[in-house]
């Protein structure tokens, strides 16, 4: 999957390539995540999305669908009518919403939900977003950086100066979620962050099917391949070399001008 966001009609030329892959892992009978992306009319924004689903049966598969399209849909109708955090926030309740309301009609699909990592970006201002455990990465020329903070009962412990990061690492209970997309729970308020996207800089958005395996050393290493699309390939293929114990999701977001 790859799409290109160009602004070169414009005074400033700008330019981001955006591009993901998504594989069901070494393990997994089947695929519960889902990646997106969209650009918007005239190039007016862009859109990278990652959503990593869960429930019994084909639930996950399609709580991370329905998350997606639910976002996306909100974002064509409603950017620019608000501020970028607001219309955000709205997206990824109603996205909440519609998973627990199709969850109620359906016993297969009760206590589905997801986690999302996302960007949307206008030029070179970006809004990330996430809910769970998905996450965001800066690559530059400073190194790698984690944009987001996991939404998981072991992190929380750990902010709370109850564990080390040490010792979350190897916690059994690391991967349960504090916060995620439907699933049942309250509504999921998703942390918002802006960032001024450099020239030369990347951003990497994951699921945990690839964060839990592959280094950040080696994801920053990876993702600097000079083609987006070969970069987010390279990633899925590197958690799959490790293993592949989960379901993988990578988009590489670089803003080339």
């Given at each position: ?120 970006g206008e030029r070179d201002h970006v809004w990330i977003a996430h809910v769970g455990d998905s996450r965001v ?24 100066g109850i564990l080390t990061p040490e010792q979350a690492a190897a916690h059994p209970y690391r991967g349960r ?81």
């Amino acid at each position: 999957m790859y799409k290109l966001f160009k602004r070169n009609h414009v005074p400033g030329a700008f330019e981001v390539q955006m591009a993901g892959a998504c594989d069901p892992g070494r393990t997994r009978a089947h695929n519960e995540d889902a990646i997106g992306l969209e650009v918007g009319p005239d190039d007016g924004w862009y859109l990278a999305v990652v959503a990593d689903g869960m429930g019994g049966h084909n639930a996950g598969e399609v709580a991370s669908a329905l998350a997606i399209s639910t976002i996306t849909e909100t974002i064509r109708e409603r950017y620019g009518t608000a501020d970028a955090a607001s219309v955000l926030t709205s997206a990824i309740d109603l996205a909440n919403r519609r998973i627990d309301e199709l969850a109620e009609t359906s016993p297969e699909a009760h206590g589905m939900g997801c986690t999302l990592a996302l960007i949307l970006g206008e030029r070179d201002h970006v809004w990330i977003a996430h809910v769970g455990d998905s996450r965001v990465y800066r690559v530059g020329p400073k190194g790698i950086h984690q944009l987001t903070v996991d939404h998981t009962m072991v992190q929380d412990m750990v902010q709370n100066g109850i564990l080390t990061p040490e010792q979350a690492a190897a916690h059994p209970y690391r991967g349960r979620l504090s916060r995620c997309v439907g699933h049942g729970k309250n509504r999921a308020l998703p942390d918002i962050r802006h960032l001024d996207l450099e020239r030369g800089e990347t951003l990497v958005l994951c699921s945990d099917g690839l964060s839990d395996v592959v280094p950040p050393d080696e994801i920053e290493t990876l993702a600097s391949h000079p083609d987006a699309r070969a970069a987010a390939r390279r990633l899925v293929d590197a958690a799959n070399k490790a293993g592949g114990p989960d379901n993988i999701s990578a988009i590489v977001v670089r803003r080339v001008v």
